[in-house]
Structure formats: structure tokens, C-alpha cells
């Protein structure tokens, strides 16, 4: 074989890798109607201290950009294949007296680490209604991480601090790793999804309290696939 031909079969073997592996889905989620006003945080005199100075901390129910882009909302496939779960534990912080990312994404069977990288005391009290066991424990100011993981898929799973009763968090936890949640401009990439046609479904923690969201379709080719949602409030 001369080098020609190396050259173009190692660019067909590219190519049908390439095609094999999939492409990722991308998209937008906006808000259609105008949401009441977040309501500002009753925060006690400790955590007053936490926060920067000129920051009011208010609830965070409807997160959108000047262009109606919607932050926090989970998008995720439906009726695919359950995969292993990433070894890597997903973070989840509690600064200022919140938790931080608000809304995040899991696979069931993956470690959540929760940090607590405030002065103050805090307990972490994940409330499942369907993933399994729930738990409460205390952790220190700046103390070690606890992990949580559970064997069943829930959207959305609630952790709660019962010292700071407005601190929340909610995880959109799923059999596979085909998922996303929305940033601030309300876009969203699902990577390296297979080719095929799928139900895709979006999740907005305020709108849609019983995790059943905005379901739509989307086909995957080698170059990927797009799909957006409207979050409607008008109504």
C-alpha cells in the first residue's frame, strides 16, 4: 500500500468512527411571560457576614437572560439505554449560605460530594421520593465533604438545609449520561450523543413541579442534532 492510500483509508477510519460516535445536541430554552419577582433571602446574622458587600441574595426561581434565555433547566433523553456511572463525583457546594450549582445533573449509582466552604454549620438533608434512602446529616464549617449516591432515577432529587430552611438544591438524576442543564443564557450541548431520532424532554424546577416537563424529538446524525423549548408562563 503507498502512502496515498494509507492516507485515505486512515481518513475513511476517521470518518466511520467519527459517524459512529455520535454528535452532540444543542439548543436554547426561553421564557414566554413575565415571572413574579424573586423574593429576597431571610438570611440570619451569620451568614449576612458570608455575603459580599452590596449583594442582596434572593431566591432563584426563574434565572433568564435579557433575552428570555432560561438558566436550570434540565434537558435530558428519554427511554435510552441505562449506562455505567462516571467514577467522578459531582460537586455540590453550599457558599454564603446557598447551595451552588442550584440546579445540577447526575446518573444514578454517581457520588454527589457536598462541601461546605462556609464559616458556618449546615446540615445536608437530601430528601428522595423516589431514588432511595434519605438522609440528614451535619457538617462542620468547612468540614469534610459527605457523598451521597442512591440506585433509582429521580426529577428532581432535593437537598435541603434544615438550619437555613431557604437553601436548596435539585439534581436531575438519570440511568445515563446523556443530559444537560441549561446556563445562563439559557443554551444547553448534550455531548456525544448516537445517531438515531430521540424523546428529549426539558425540566424547569418552578414550572414543572412534578418533573414532568416540555417532551419533544430530535434526530442525531454524525454532525449532531438541535432542539429548543419554550418555558410558557403567560398563560
Known amino acids: 500500500m503507498n502512502f496515498k ?5 486512515l481518513a475513511a477510519l476517521a470518518a466511520s468512527s467519527f459517524a459512529a460516535f455520535g454528535g452532540d445536541i444543542t439548543g436554547k430554552v426561553t421564557l414566554k411571560g413575565e415571572p413574579a419577582g424573586e423574593l429576597n433571602l431571610p438570611l440570619d446574622p451569620l451568614c449576612k457576614k458570608t ?3 452590596g449583594v442582596t441574595p434572593t431566591t ?3 434565572v433568564k437572560d435579557a433575552n428570555g434565555g432560561l438558566a436550570d433547566v434540565f434537558v435530558y433523553l428519554k427511554n435510552v439505554d441505562a449506562t455505567k456511572a462516571p467514577e467522578e463525583a459531582v460537586v455540590l457546594d453550599q457558599k454564603s449560605c446557598e447551595y451552588s ?3 445540577i445533573g447526575a446518573q444514578v449509582g454517581q457520588t454527589i460530594k457536598v462541601l461546605n466552604s462556609d464559616p458556618v454549620l449546615h446540615n445536608v438533608h437530601p430528601t428522595p421520593k423516589k431514588a432511595g434512602k434519605e438522609y440528614n446529616k451535619a457538617q462542620l464549617p468547612n468540614g469534610p465533604a459527605l457523598t451521597f449516591s442512591w440506585d433509582k432515577p429521580e426529577v428532581f432529587l432535593r437537598f435541603k438545609c434544615d438550619v437555613h430552611p431557604w437553601m436548596f438544591a435539585y439534581v436531575g438524576y438519570v440511568e445515563h449520561g446523556h443530559f444537560a442543564v441549561t446556563k445562563a443564557d439559557g443554551s444547553f450541548t448534550i455531548k456525544d450523543v448516537p445517531p438515531g431520532t430521540y424523546q428529549i424532554e426539558a425540566v424547569h424546577r418552578k414550572t414543572h413541579t412534578k418533573g414532568v416537563g416540555i417532551a419533544s424529538e430530535v434526530t442525531v446524525t454524525d454532525q449532531g442534532g ?3 423549548f419554550v418555558v410558557d408562563i403567560s398563560k
Request: net charge positive; charged share 20%.
Open 5 to 9: 492510500h494509507r492516507l485515505l483509508t
Open 60 to 62: 432563584r426561581f426563574y
Open 101 to 103: 450549582p442550584y440546579v
Open 226 to 228: 438541535s432542539v429548543n
Open 51 to 53: 455575603v459580599k458587600p
